[in-house]
């Protein structure tokens, strides 16, 4: 029982910290503001319950007593919980107010924090929030308040004498009437502010002006949530800062079936390129009851899956052994993410296939004597037979390990992935499974994916994709999640 008020950061979902991801991976329940990446969500063990309670424009969907009231129900439940907040739950995000409540209830409750849109929307267009010479403190102020309001909290006439840096959060509707209310109080007309919108995201874009322009500025460019305002001597100095390249996915939007587990590196890759992604997961891995061998009688044990190396390890843990156990056997693997699997494990495989499949693994033992070798297989339920028959036409004697299953996300419908297509212009497929789901969840009406730029992580997954009536416009030559960044890369060009 406990509850971890968590910052997510500011909106790219790279910027969590170690600890917040660490935490959310560690709850049962997950209770989540609005415009949390679902990349950060994802974090979550698949079978974490998410409450979405988020508040956006003033309109609550859950008001705070309610949350507050939610969050002490689930821990007297027994559950440990991650509250997550956009930035850090403490700026202008009421973790206070909740970590409060939850220790007049006796509920133990830890504060993770989270990286602000306060300092990291300035730093993203190239504003340091403080200068030597030019700004030497900060002010972070809520742009809820109404600035024409003379009876609020906010101390105007002391905000319009501040020299060094403000920061208005969550005032997007308001740029205009907060610039006007600082130059009535005495602020320099032409004092220079900035209007970052998205910060951190791929759809970041931001605007450099001056009070006296900011609120026609702001109109001509439809500065919309979530956006940070600054004002001060500082933002001049995002000209000479901001090194803008030209990212080769900017304006893509990309959706990712991948499982959840691996969703997120695979969506801040892309996104780290300018690409706007998506996470809707058409596989789940189902682990298998399956029987450890007598590790002893083999000679060569092959991963072909990055999703079997833990599961076969933590039963040959479970069975009082460990990693020594493979220690006179030849390990081959497939992929480089097979490989740092195995890895964490303190295994370095004799060899690594150069084609990044089944047929990579035989080309890799063509000139071995295979005659009488006992080979273990962990794999994937319903796995091509085409190894198993290779190995056994060269005379080894295979014992096929199922050790989980790919199915159908539970929760995965129609409605549900429709809607996320009408999101992007790019889905990529990175199993025959994914494929097969996608194909079976649409039925008949497959015109949403087809009309998208499918994408095939190598040919084992296209040639599925070109059965089902799905034929992809892309493969990648290398089967990895960089060999499909290179091929959209390449077709950007």
Not at 98 to 105: G, I, P, S, W, Y
Request: charged share 25%.
């Amino acid at each position: 029982m406990k509850v971890y008020l968590i910052g997510a950061g500011p909106g790219d979902p790279e910027l969590i910290t170690v600890k917040a991801a660490r935490a959310i991976g560690a709850c049962d329940t997950v209770v989540y503001d609005d415009l949390i990446p679902e990349e950060i969500l994802l974090l979550a063990r698949p079978q974490a319950r998410k409450i979405y309670v988020g508040k956006r424009a003033g309109k609550d969907y859950m008001r705070q007593d309610q949350i507050n009231q939610l969050l002490l129900d689930l821990a007297r439940q027994g559950r440990t919980i991650a509250r997550i907040k956009g930035g850090d739950p403490c700026v202008f995000g009421r973790g206070g107010e909740e970590a409060l409540f939850l220790k007049k209830n006796g509920i133990p409750c830890e504060i993770v924090p989270g990286v602000s849109s306060a300092i990291a929307g300035p730093e993203s267009v190239g504003i340091p929030p403080t200068h030597r010479g030019l700004a030497a403190s900060l002010k972070i102020v809520t742009a809820h308040e109404d600035p024409t309001k003379e009876d609020g909290f906010l101390d105007w006439p002391l905000l319009a004498r501040e020299s060094g840096t403000l920061v208005f959060l969550m005032g997007a509707t308001r740029l205009g009437a907060i610039a006007e209310r600082l130059i009535a109080e005495g602020m320099d007309a032409a004092t220079p502010c900035a209007f970052i919108q998205d910060a951190t995201l791929p759809t970041q874009r931001h605007v450099l002006t001056t009070l006296a322009e900011a609120g026609q500025r702001a109109a001509e460019e439809n500065i919309a949530s979530p956006c940070v305002m600054v004002v001060g001597k500082v933002c001049v100095l995002s000209r000479e800062i901001l090194h803008e390249t030209a990212l080769p996915l900017k304006g893509r939007s990309i959706l990712i079936t991948r499982p959840s587990h691996l969703a997120f590196q695979t969506a801040a890759l892309f996104a780290a390129q300018g690409a706007r992604t998506f996470v809707y997961p058409l596989i789940d891995i189902k682990d298998l009851v399956f029987e450890l061998p007598d590790i002893g009688v083999y000679d060569i044990i092959i991963f072909t899956s990055q999703n079997a190396v833990p599961l076969f390890m933590d039963r040959l843990f479970s069975a009082g052994q460990d990693s020594r156990a493979l220690a006179d056997k030849r390990i081959y693997c497939i992929g480089p993410k097979t490989r740092d699997a195995l890895a964490r494990y303190g295994i370095i495989p004799d060899a690594m296939a150069a084609e990044f499949r089944a047929e990579g693994i035989m080309d890799m033992l063509a000139d071995q004597d295979l005659h009488a070798k006992r080979v273990c297989l962990p794999r994937a339920q319903g796995a091509r037979p085409y190894l198993v028959q290779a190995l056994q036409e060269k005379g080894a004697q295979v014992d096929e390990i199922l050790v989980y299953a790919t199915v159908m996300p539970e929760g995965a419908d129609k409605q549900g992935f429709t809607d996320m297509l009408a999101k992007v212009d790019t889905v990529i497929f990175t199993s025959p499974s994914g494929a097969r789901n996608a194909r079976a969840l649409l039925a008949d009406d497959i015109g949403p994916l087809k009309d998208k730029r499918l994408v095939a992580i190598g040919p084992v997954t296209a040639a599925a994709m070109e059965k089902l009536g799905l034929p992809p416009v892309l493969t990648a030559d290398e089967y990895t999640d960089q060999g499909i960044m290179e091929i959209l890369q390449r077709s950007a060009t």
